[in-house]
């Protein structure tokens, strides 16, 4: 039905929800709002699916005060979770073993700082040179197994369906200096990735996620400023010593460049 005048608007209720509506309505209204000639104009055609214009009633501030304060009953639930495994290597001893073999690797692992200069990497990283490190170095071959029962308890997390624990596929060290960053990027060919952060100084810089969906958000609005992790476009984590992060190999990531002057130590991983 079209509306008859500009005093009237269409409502798709039917009947039934026509007449929760004023009773809810009736219930938690001002008895001035409630009661009276504009009730009973609503009350006798109910059955209409126009109904007369009511300024307090269906579009002023008394309207707006109703929905604010009486939610409809309503669920919203999450689909599609990008999760974030986040734990504590509480093991000082381990790291400041994995510190000093990083920095001799640095000085030792000629091939390594090569790529890093001819690439731009502002520091060291074995990422292009060495596929060995556990075997090298017991202090890595201790936190390989670690990582091992770390993906593990995430594969589970994640429903994953395999026939064995995801299997360590490669393991790599990474030196920034001050001011020293990694573009955005991701982890082909892997199931699960991740970093364990060896040291990190002060003002070191922080590693940021991307929503994998953004490509596909395009007329979606901007996100308020308190708006939490899940809703937002983009999630930096300052990393602080002795902390493991693990994700998604298709969850896009950069590291932010930093201002500290001491060395950033961590060191990354794939599972497959």
Same mark, same amino acid.
């Given at each position: 039905?079209?509306?008859?005048?500009?005093?009237?608007?269409?409502?798709?209720?039917?009947?039934?929800?026509?007449?929760?509506?004023?009773?809810?309505?009736?219930?938690?209204?001002?008895?001035?709002?409630?009661?009276?000639?504009?009730?009973?104009?609503?009350?006798?055609?109910?059955?209409?699916?126009?109904?007369?214009?009511?300024?307090?009633?269906?579009?002023?501030?008394?309207?707006?005060?109703?929905?604010?304060?009486?939610?409809?009953?309503?669920?919203?639930?999450?689909?599609?979770?990008?999760?974030?495994?986040? +734990?504590?290597? #509480?093991?000082? *001893?381990?790291?400041? $073993?994995?510190?000093?073999?990083?920095? %001799?690797? /640095?000085?030792?692992?000629?091939?390594?700082?090569?790529?890093?200069?001819?690439?731009?990497?502002?520091?060291?990283?074995?990422?292009?040179?060495?596929?060995?490190?556990?075997?090298?170095?017991?202090?890595?071959?201790?936190?390989?197994?670690?990582?091992?029962?770390?993906?593990?308890?995430?594969?589970?997390?994640?429903?994953?369906?395999?026939?064995?624990?995801?299997?360590?596929?490669?393991?790599?060290?990474?030196?920034?200096?001050?001011?020293?960053?990694?573009?955005?990027?991701?982890?082909?060919?892997?199931?699960?990735?991740?970093?364990?952060?060896?040291?990190?100084?002060?003002?070191?810089?922080?590693?940021?996620?991307?929503?994998?969906?953004?490509?596909?958000?395009? +007329?979606?609005? #901007?996100?308020? *400023?308190?708006?939490? $992790?899940?809703?937002?476009?983009?999630? %930096?984590? /300052?990393?602080?010593?002795?902390?493991?992060?693990?994700?998604?190999?298709?969850?896009?990531?950069?590291?932010?460049?930093?201002?500290?002057?001491?060395?950033?130590?961590?060191?990354?991983?794939?599972?497959?």
């Amino acid at each position: 039905m079209v509306p008859k005048s500009a005093n009237e608007i269409f409502l798709s209720y039917s009947p039934a929800n026509m007449l929760g509506f004023i009773d809810v309505f009736r219930r938690h209204s001002p008895p001035s709002l409630s009661s009276g000639p504009l009730a009973k104009d609503h009350t006798q055609d109910h059955g209409l699916k126009t109904v007369p214009h009511c300024q307090p009633c269906l579009l002023g501030t008394q309207s707006r005060h109703f929905f604010a304060t009486h939610r409809p009953a309503m669920t919203t639930r999450a689909l599609f979770p990008t999760l974030l495994y986040e +734990a504590d290597l #509480a093991d000082e *001893a381990l790291l400041a $073993d994995l510190a000093h073999s990083i920095r %001799t690797l /640095a000085l030792d692992d000629t091939a390594g700082r090569r790529w890093s200069r001819d690439h731009g990497y502002k520091g060291y990283t074995s990422y292009a040179s060495l596929d060995d490190l556990p075997r090298r170095d017991p202090a890595f071959a201790d936190l390989a197994k670690l990582l091992v029962k770390h993906a593990a308890i995430f594969a589970t997390d994640l429903a994953f369906d395999l026939a064995a624990k995801p299997k360590l596929d490669s393991l790599w060290v990474n030196l920034l200096k001050s001011g020293g960053q990694h573009s955005g990027h991701i982890h082909p060919h892997s199931i699960l990735s991740g970093t364990l952060y060896v040291e990190v100084p002060a003002n070191a810089g922080a590693i940021r996620f991307e929503d994998p969906r953004l490509a596909s958000q395009m +007329a979606a609005p #901007a996100r308020r *400023a308190d708006a939490p $992790d899940d809703r937002r476009a983009f999630v %930096t984590v /300052a990393p602080r010593p002795g902390q493991l992060l693990l994700w998604e190999s298709y969850l896009r990531h950069e590291v932010l460049p930093g201002t500290a002057k001491a060395e950033r130590l961590s060191i990354s991983f794939n599972f497959a």
